[in-house]
């Protein structure tokens, strides 16, 4: 925490340089230049496995095992109305706070790299694009990042506003939940709207599917499980008069556990197939996501928290944190056992009054050396311990 502290305003120029300049998906050149360069500057050598997804290793002098920790790097497609003095020179904007992550993660490097004599085995950093997208985690799998050497332990985080810096939440099992976006395209049958008998309503179909999609939740799942089934969008139509073809409904569903998942994914498709064949529609299903619950193992996570308490400081650990976002880290939980925290960071004042994902939000940079200190405590001593 020491040399962290030491370091605080590098890492806060470091994030203020990435927040400028947010990118989107996999195409994140001007990040992915500026934290290859950093990395450079470190002494590393990062490789590019994937558009925009790097890659380092720290360590190796000594055998051991290996632990992956990760930064996510791109932004939302949205624009920034911070007012602060270095916000976004792009049309997007780091409203998540993956531009703190990536500063979060350089800042843990440089820590082990000057410790990388004594490091027994190796840490492996694994610089992520299209989180947002549910896209890049996997895409860095499918190109070997947990391979040669192969990752033994994965340490994720996120940066979180349900509290003031110095709060370090957690939660055994799964933590995050799982998404499953969809898109159902309901068939009819135009005609005019003053003889319905002649067609089949897409519309009338479309609020049975919505309606029955909600009463799985509250009649088919127990209370003591969480799920949540969510129609963002109900389109149809573009006159008053004339019943449409089709109608589109897209939404997400997200729920925590496989057998719950798999359990209500089998039922939504029942549920529309049948809702349709009543009322003489057919339909088409598009899947636009697919990512599992995060989760992460008790007993690693049990480990980490010991280190973080053995650092002495007076950070505040939260438990029972479970929490309905998705992370694309997930892919990875699911490989190698993973543990996850999430790094208070919400401005104690009246600019604090904003959520992630907000035009206006922002975070408190005090995050940055605690979290940077957290991972490079966690990954040292998780090596030495785990010969």
């Known amino acids: 925490m020491k040399r962290a502290n030491e370091l605080k305003e590098e890492l806060i120029q470091i994030r203020r340089n990435l927040h400028s300049i947010p ?61 602060l003095d270095f916000a976004s020179k792009t049309e997007y904007a780091h409203t998540c706070g993956h531009d703190l992550h990536t500063a979060i993660l350089l800042g843990a490097a440089k820590m082990l790299k000057e410790h990388e004599d004594e490091i027994e085995g190796r840490v492996k950093l694994m610089f992520q694009p299209g989180e947002e997208y549910f896209i890049g985690a996997k895409a860095m799998i499918d190109a070997g990042v947990l391979e040669n050497p192969k990752v033994d332990a994965a340490l994720g985080m996120h940066v979180m506003l349900n509290g003031p810096v110095g709060g370090i939440a957690f939660q055994h099992g799964y933590t995050l939940s799982s998404v499953d976006g969809f898109k159902i395209t309901i068939k009819g049958k135009g005609c005019h709207g003053a003889m319905p008998e002649k067609g089949i309503d897409p519309i009338n179909v479309g609020v049975h599917v919505y309606l029955a999609l909600q009463e799985l939740i509250s009649r088919e799942i127990s209370a003591f499980d969480n799920a949540i089934i969510t129609l963002g969008q109900f389109s149809a139509g573009t006159v008053a008069n004339i019943i449409p073809d089709t109608c589109v409904l897209q939404g997400t569903m997200r729920t925590y556990g496989k057998e719950l998942r798999e359990y209500l994914l089998k039922r939504m498709k029942e549920v529309i197939d049948l809702t349709c064949k009543t009322y003489r529609a057919s339909f088409e299903y598009e899947v636009l996501s697919d990512v599992p619950s995060l989760y992460t193992d008790p007993e690693l996570l049990d480990e980490m928290l010991g280190y973080i308490e053995e650092m002495g400081e007076d950070f505040t650990l939260i438990k029972d944190a479970r929490a309905t976002p998705t992370d694309d880290f997930a892919f990875v939980t699911e490989r190698v056992p993973s543990a996850h925290f999430q790094f208070n960071c919400k401005v104690q004042d009246e600019r604090g009054g904003f959520p992630q994902h907000h035009p206006k939000v922002v975070f408190d940079e005090d995050v940055l050396p605690i979290a940077a200190a957290v991972n490079a405590q966690c990954a040292f001593n998780w090596l030495k311990n785990n010969k």
Not at 36 to 49: D, F, Q, S, Y
Request: aromatic share 2%; hydrophobic share 40%.
């Open 23 to 83: 990118e989107i998906k996999n195409d994140l050149p001007l990040t992915t230049k500026y934290v290859r360069e950093k990395l450079l500057e470190i002494g590393l050598e990062p490789k590019e496995i994937i558009k925009s997804g790097l890659v380092a290793i720290i360590g190796g002098k000594k055998a051991g095992k290996t632990i992956l920790l990760r930064a996510d790097m791109d932004a939302l497609d949205m624009g920034e109305d911070s007012g």
